[in-house]
Every structure is written in structure tokens, then in C-alpha cells.
């Protein structure tokens, strides 16, 4: 089979046709050559002056495409790392973001904390299974957390999105349950035992939030929560509101400016509930915690 350019050369390429699009045009060119070789970044700087095949060169093209009509990174490599864990996406689920593990791990301070006596952890919408997965794994990790009580539980209303968190529980070795339906209905259906952690990451853009052109590759489905971003979050809550018992515990991520608007929510639908309000990385609110227990988290 005929030869053609090295890998030097290809890098220059993709700098050039990245560098006006993306942030860091060199990375995320070898990125993508990394993926078309199955080869990491210390290989291509060892070997320069390796030739490429044409069939190779073809597919990182392809891929170089993609990427310059901005089609995020994690799709184009079918892959993202969340909590330090590696997850199969694909354009049937939204990609995992930094900030939500602070859900996770905040959640986790929840199940560690033995006098809440959580039974179920339920991660509505839970798409990749991003959220379950890495509660579950750590979970494992006996050393960190003795409740070994907790069994883990993801919802979603898409099969398309259940088929990827299958993948994803397998590839990361972890035993959780996956249910379909809308909202809280699989779980009521499925009469799980009590307390109940009940996390999500519904969808919370307003409308016009989720139409931007960044976000034109990513599931609507699983972005835009209504005029302003908080239909399926005020369902959710309205739903529960109908079954609730005391020792169940809420955490739900949410925009950088509704904490106010959330509050309120709460106060309307469980005027019992004790609310704290989490913020994310740059100072901006970013988790709901919700509970109906005597003491919050220490």
C-alpha cells in the first residue's frame, strides 16, 4: 500500500485548519490523530518523521472535518473522562460537563454520612449514566465508603440513551439498574425501597439558551427545559411532592442563575424540605440539595 505524509506533517495541517476554530488547535489535532493511529501524544512527538498510510490519512481528514464544523471533540472520539472515569458518548446523550461532579460528589458525601440510611440512589435522566455510574464505582471502593447498603438506579425516557449507559456500566464494571420511563414514573412503578437519593441533571436551559449554535450537535431533549429552563425540573418536584417520606434526600444540578427560582420551587411544592444551595467552580450556583431529615450533611 502506498505511503504519504508524516505524522509532522500532519500535525501542521490540522494546526492550520484548527487554529482560527478552536482554543488549542495543536492538542486537539493530536487528539484526532491520536484516535486515527491508536496512538497517545508521547508516540507522536517520539516519531515525527513516521509516514502515515493514505487510509489513515483519509480517516483523520474525515474526522478534521468535523471537528471545524465545530462537532464537539467527545463525539467525534465517541468518548469523554468524567471523575476520572472513561464513558462512551454518542449524539443520543448530552456530554458530561466538569461542574456536574460536584453532584456526584456531593451525593456521595450524602451516602458516606451513615445516619441518612440511604437505600436507593435513583439518577433520573441519566443518560450516558455519567452520574450512576461514578456513584457506584465509588461505592465500591470500600476504603472510602462503608454504606453498602445503597443500590444504584438510572432513569431515562430515551432507549437510545439506555443503550448507551449499558455500555458504559459494562465498560467500567459496575452493577446498576436501568429503568425507562418519564420522570419519577419507573421508579414508582418499581415501589423501591425508601430513604431514596434522588439525583438528576435535567435539562435547564431556556429555550433560547439551548438553540445556540455551540450546542446544535447535543440531544435537545436533554438540554432545553422550557421557556425558562425549569418545566421538568418543576415537574419533578410536583411529582414527588405526591409521595414523598421523611429521610428521602434531592440533589439536582441547575443553572448559574437560578438558585433563587429553585428556592422558591421548593418552598411551593415541599414547604417541609430543608434547601442548601452548592456552588461550582467559578462561584456560580450549581447544586440543589433538598432533604427531609432532622440534621443537613455535616
Do not use: C
Not at 476554530?21 to 491508536?38: A, S
Not at 456526584?104 to 454520612?113: D, G, K, P, S, Y
Not at 459494562?170 to 446498576?176: A, L, Q, S
Not at 415537574?235 to 433563587?260: C, F, P, S, T
Amino acid at each position: 500500500m502506498s505511503i504519504t505524509l508524516t505524522i509532522k506533517e500532519i500535525q501542521v495541517l490540522g494546526y492550520r485548519k484548527l487554529q482560527n476554530i478552536v482554543l488549542n488547535p495543536e492538542f486537539e489535532t493530536d487528539l484526532l490523530l491520536g484516535q486515527v493511529l491508536k496512538k497517545g501524544r508521547s508516540f507522536l512527538y517520539a516519531h515525527p518523521n513516521k509516514t502515515i498510510f493514505k487510509f489513515q490519512f483519509s480517516i483523520f481528514k474525515r474526522l478534521l472535518k468535523r471537528r471545524q464544523r465545530k462537532e464537539p471533540m467527545a463525539y467525534i472520539l465517541g468518548k469523554i473522562n468524567f471523575y476520572g472515569l472513561d464513558f462512551k458518548v454518542t449524539p443520543d446523550v448530552l456530554i458530561p460537563r466538569p461542574d456536574t461532579e460536584i453532584l456526584v460528589q456531593e451525593t456521595l458525601a450524602v451516602i458516606r454520612n451513615t445516619k441518612y440510611g440511604i437505600r436507593s440512589v435513583i439518577d433520573i435522566g441519566t443518560g450516558s449514566g455519567a452520574i450512576a455510574i461514578s456513584i457506584a464505582k465509588a461505592i465500591e471502593k470500600k476504603s472510602k465508603i462503608k454504606n453498602q447498603k445503597s443500590k444504584i438506579f438510572g432513569t431515562d425516557i430515551s432507549n437510545e440513551a439506555l443503550k448507551v449507559s449499558r455500555i458504559n456500566a459494562r465498560r467500567n464494571k459496575v452493577k446498576i439498574k436501568l429503568l425507562r420511563g418519564n420522570l419519577l414514573d419507573p421508579i414508582i412503578e418499581a415501589r423501591l425501597p425508601h430513604p431514596w437519593l434522588i439525583t438528576a441533571n435535567l435539562p435547564y436551559l431556556t429555550s433560547s439558551e439551548a438553540t445556540k449554535s455551540h450546542l446544535k450537535y447535543e440531544p435537545r431533549l436533554a438540554l432545553a427545559g422550557g421557556k425558562a429552563g425549569l418545566e421538568l425540573i418543576e415537574k419533578l418536584l410536583k411529582q414527588y411532592a405526591q409521595i414523598r417520606q421523611n429521610g428521602d434526600y434531592i440533589i439536582l444540578e441547575i443553572g448559574y442563575k437560578q438558585g433563587r427560582a429553585i428556592t422558591n420551587l421548593v418552598k411551593k411544592y415541599l414547604p417541609q424540605a430543608k434547601i442548601k444551595i452548592k456552588k461550582d467552580y467559578a462561584g456560580f450556583d450549581r447544586v440543589v440539595e433538598i432533604n427531609f431529615t432532622a440534621r443537613r450533611v455535616a
